[in-house]
């Protein structure tokens, strides 16, 4: 009996560690790494009139065990960046917005942590603390109740999403076409 109870502690310190939703997320970001991909918004919104009629790319420019950075360029525009980061409770997404200069935005470092574990293919963000603040700050009180969510599906498709009441935006990027797409100006 002892040596029975000796032998299963000891395969279970040697097991490896299971893999989170959140870390398998992670993966498919990754693996994405150094690639640029060319998308389209789903969602008719009348506020979305400055995004259909652009060229919409995004590029997972740089990726760290913890942290992958993904430009999201607007035709011309390429002053928003997505960084999804992994905290101690899960993951972050944060909008870092800069001018052309590479200076930060007065509406910038937005976003949030997931809640939820979420799955392999799509994580939720809802509005962290500091972003509220600073949505109200800035007379944007419309975005104190947003949840952004990214979604993967390898080799098919990647998913940007806002939502809040009365307001959805949705951005699918085809991943089955690599596209060119030079890095903006201050390197992001």
């Known amino acids: 009996m002892r040596k029975t109870l000796l032998a ?8 490896p560690a299971t893999a989170t939703p959140q870390d398998d997320f992670f993966a498919r970001l ?16 009348p506020a979305d009139a400055d995004f259909a009629g652009k060229p919409l790319v995004m590029q997972v420019r740089s990726c760290t065990a913890d942290t992958i950075r993904i ?8 002053s928003r960046t997505w960084v999804i980061s992994r905290t101690k409770d899960g993951l972050r997404l944060k909008h870092d917005h800069r001018h052309k200069d590479g200076s930060e935005d007065k509406l910038t470092q937005y976003g949030g942590d997931t809640a939820a574990a979420g799955s392999a293919g799509r994580q939720a ?5 500091f972003s509220k603040k600073m949505f109200v700050s800035e007379g944007r009180q419309v975005s104190t109740t947003n949840v952004w969510a990214v979604e993967v599906e390898p080799g098919k498709t990647f998913v940007y999403e806002l939502s809040r009441p ?4 949705r951005v699918r990027f085809d991943l089955t076409k690599v596209v060119n797409d030079p890095p903006p100006p201050w390197g992001n």
Do not use: I, M, Q, W
Request: glycine residues 10%; proline residues 5%; charged residues 20%.
């Open 8 to 15: 299963s502690l000891l395969l279970g310190l040697a097991a």
């Open 30 to 45: 990754t693996a994405l790494c150094g690639k640029s991909f060319a998308g389209t918004v789903e969602t008719n919104d």
């Open 71 to 78: 430009p999201f360029h607007v035709g011309d525009d390429r």
């Open 125 to 129: 963000y809802p509005v962290d603390d």
């Open 166 to 169: 009365n307001r959805l935006f």
